[in-house]
């Protein structure tokens, strides 16, 4: 037995051996037809044949553009790519109209890699693909800044399945013959299949990426970073209002120990802050929460890798923005790479503690919660 197919038989329960997707007909299997309805499709041909795993999926692409170019997944119509991929985030492929973002058209090159710094008609070109397939990469203005990048770390890691710790944020002029090519971007949970609200939001830890769907179509899609794991020791400011001072007059400060981790499982918006708030997790910025204390927020500093308390950080100008694609009772979606959210449900998060070692400063009076700093988005 290779080690695929013992990985592929360790998952057996969450798995079916194959499903045939063609872009003509884009539906997705029903849960009685795939259990495991995480699907990872790039749509750049006629026939996608994907066996659906946990581990990684084997993907056969038999392409319908003729096409040489390096970054093009097979050269002709008559020739078939198999490619080991990661382990699968979302299914690329939409099912409501307009069901494919064309191709740029007649594909061209870039002069050279672009990347941080980079100022340039080929940084706009690239920005408006990019933002034409949903991603956020702030204005498109030729200039390769902070928003671009990471809006190109969340395309490796969401579309091109390079490993998180691999993501680069350069856009070579292989990955842009990539990007050239049609595609769509499918929910793993769609509402057209009676999986999902109207509108809802799929996280996805392994690669930290968020994506905020309506009707079942991608309004902004967004590099993330969530829970590092780990066990922390800080004084938090607690708003009135937030979990752990709901019923408060003033916002309290005390000692608390907390473990950094951001359940998998399935939620709903439960409630949406404009503005700066101080919780037990720390600071947020347009906070909507939906387990708890936790919520997708607007931050300061949001790297490549998780560092979170536990909550979902998104660039502050995303922080800006998703509110108007969100809503209170909205289905919120997490996967952590190890099990379907359904496994888990409404899964509770790990509570802080109060710290029995901490003592209070000699002023106790809260700070205002009026300014922002990389400090203080630590939620």
Not at 87 to 102: F, W
Not at 149 to 159: S, T, Y
Not at 222 to 248: L, P, Q, R
Request: hydrophobic letters at 40%; glycine letters at 10%.
């Amino acid at each position: 037995m290779t080690e695929l197919e013992a990985r592929l038989a360790d998952s057996a329960d969450t798995l079916d051996a194959a499903i045939e997707v063609r872009l003509a007909r884009p539906g997705a299997p029903t849960r009685g037809q795939l259990r495991d309805p995480s699907r990872r499709v790039v749509t750049t041909a006629a026939v996608i044949v994907l066996v659906v795993g946990a581990a990684v999926p084997l993907v056969k692409i038999v392409s319908d553009r003729d096409d040489s170019s390096p970054g093009a997944v097979g050269a002709d119509s008559s020739t078939t790519t198999t490619t080991s991929l990661a382990p699968a985030p979302p299914t690329i492929s939409s099912t409501i109209a307009p069901t494919t973002v064309p191709a740029v058209g007649e594909p061209i090159d870039i002069s050279g890699p672009l990347a941080f710094g980079s100022s340039s008609s080929d940084v706009t070109t690239v920005q408006q693909r990019l933002s034409d397939l949903g991603f956020f990469v702030g204005p498109v203005d030729g200039e390769f800044g902070n928003l671009t990048q990471m809006a190109v770390w969340a395309f490796e890691k969401l579309v091109m399945q390079v490993p998180r710790d691999d993501a680069t944020g350069v856009v070579t002029d292989e990955m842009w013959q990539f990007m050239q090519q049609p595609m769509q971007i499918q929910p793993r949970r769609r509402n057209t299949a009676g999986e999902s609200t109207p509108n809802h939001t799929e996280v996805y830890l392994p690669e930290q990426v968020v994506v905020f769907y309506q009707n079942d179509q991608p309004v902004l899609i967004s590099h993330m970073s969530s829970g590092t794991g780990g066990e922390w020791k800080e004084e938090v400011t607690i708003d009135v209002g937030e979990y752990g001072n709901e019923g408060g007059t003033a916002p309290i400060v005390r000692g608390e120990i907390g473990v950094s981790v951001t359940p998998g499982g399935v939620y709903s918006f439960d409630r949406m802050i404009e503005g700066v708030r101080q919780s037990a997790l720390g600071g947020m910025w347009n906070p909507a929460y939906f387990n708890y204390g936790i919520a997708i927020h607007g931050a300061l500093n949001v790297p490549l890798e998780p560092a979170s308390h536990g909550c979902i950080r998104v660039p502050m100008k995303v922080g800006e923005l998703f509110h108007q694609f969100v809503a209170i009772g909205d289905q919120v979606f997490v996967w952590d790479g190890v099990k379907e959210p359904e496994v888990y449900g409404d899964q509770l998060p790990i509570f802080n503690r109060i710290d029995p070692d901490y003592v209070a400063p000699t002023t106790t009076t809260a700070p205002a919660s009026t300014t922002l700093t990389v400090a203080d988005t630590t939620g």
